[in-house]
């Protein structure tokens, strides 16, 4: 059973950094696409980040483009989130998922499998 956990959320002024992490257990990591999405509270869930499964390729929602940075390392079975100049409208829950695809989808119901989220809150 393939499992994601999410860590490093927390409560953050405005302009600050967090990094997020999520482990993935109980499958092949290397073989995953991996993306991050997020869903503030009333609105929809969106797409965030996606990286391919050697992290050779990474694209970016325009709202977080050059603030934000998905990384991973395979040796690890983890996927990492680097938020910098965080703003308000950043706070919400973030999600990992995880696709058995080497496409590069934004699209949440591409994936196969979901983290249980992470609240990241950005205060001013």
């Known amino acids: 059973q393939v499992q994601l956990v999410e860590s490093g959320g927390g409560l953050v002024q405005a302009g600050g950094s967090l990094r997020l992490s999520c482990v993935v257990s109980g499958g092949t990591f290397s073989t995953y696409t991996m993306a991050w999405f997020r869903q503030a509270a009333g609105k929809e869930r969106e797409f965030v980040a996606i990286i391919s499964r050697i992290g050779s390729s990474t694209f970016y929602a325009d709202s977080v483009k050059g603030r934000f940075t998905i990384s991973r390392d395979n040796a690890k079975n983890t996927v990492y989130l680097q938020m910098n100049s965080l703003k308000l409208e950043d706070t919400a829950v973030y999600y990992c998922?995880?696709?058995?695809?080497?496409?590069?989808?934004?699209?949440?119901?591409?994936?196969?499998?979901w983290g249980q989220g992470t609240q990241v809150t950005v205060s001013s």
């Open positions: 998922a995880a696709a058995r695809t080497f496409l590069l989808s934004t699209r949440g119901g591409e994936y196969d499998y």
